[in-house]
């Protein structure tokens, strides 16, 4: 039990409220790092004034040529950015598929939770022409 004390508990990602309490919901144990994961990635360096370390340079590889340098270089960078600011977890490894689809880069990442040893993962897709991810969303609502 103490392993799942580690992995803490906090408002749950994105913020929403329980219809029927009306309180903040929360994430705990695996649910916790896995949005902390999606956070550090969607959060720009330098966009939390307060801790501006915080975040990664994932919008930076937006318009990029996908060439398979670039996607390695990209790679490469979320992982050590992953390993600097999630300390509960080890053994990052990122996979983006070449292939675009529709301006689309698909990112896979696996990483093992370190006090539980447990092996976990998060898929999400890059849109490289950043326009793109907006017209979507407006076509949904």
């Known amino acids: ?24 919901l929360t994430s705990s144990g695996e649910q916790s790092v896995k949005e902390s ?8 360096r330098g966009e939390r004034w307060v801790i501006p370390e915080f975040g990664s340079d994932l919008m930076s590889y937006t318009f ?6 670039m996607l390695n270089v990209m ?4 992982r050590s950015i992953l390993l600097e600011q999630e300390p509960r977890i080890s053994d990052v490894q990122i996979d983006i598929d070449p292939q675009t689809r529709e301006g689309c880069l698909v990112v896979s990442i ?4 370190t006090e539980s040893n447990m092996r976990d993962n998060l898929v999400f897709p890059f849109y490289l022409n950043a326009g793109r991810m907006e017209e979507e969303a407006d076509e949904t609502q």
């Open 1 to 24: 039990m103490e392993k799942k004390m580690f992995l803490g508990t906090g408002f749950k990602f994105p913020p929403s409220v329980d219809p029927g309490t009306g309180r903040f």
């Open 37 to 44: 994961v999606y956070l550090i990635l969607m959060t720009q």
């Open 64 to 69: 990029m040529d996908p060439s398979v340098t």
């Open 75 to 78: 790679s490469n960078s979320l």
């Open 110 to 113: 696996q990483y093992r939770i």
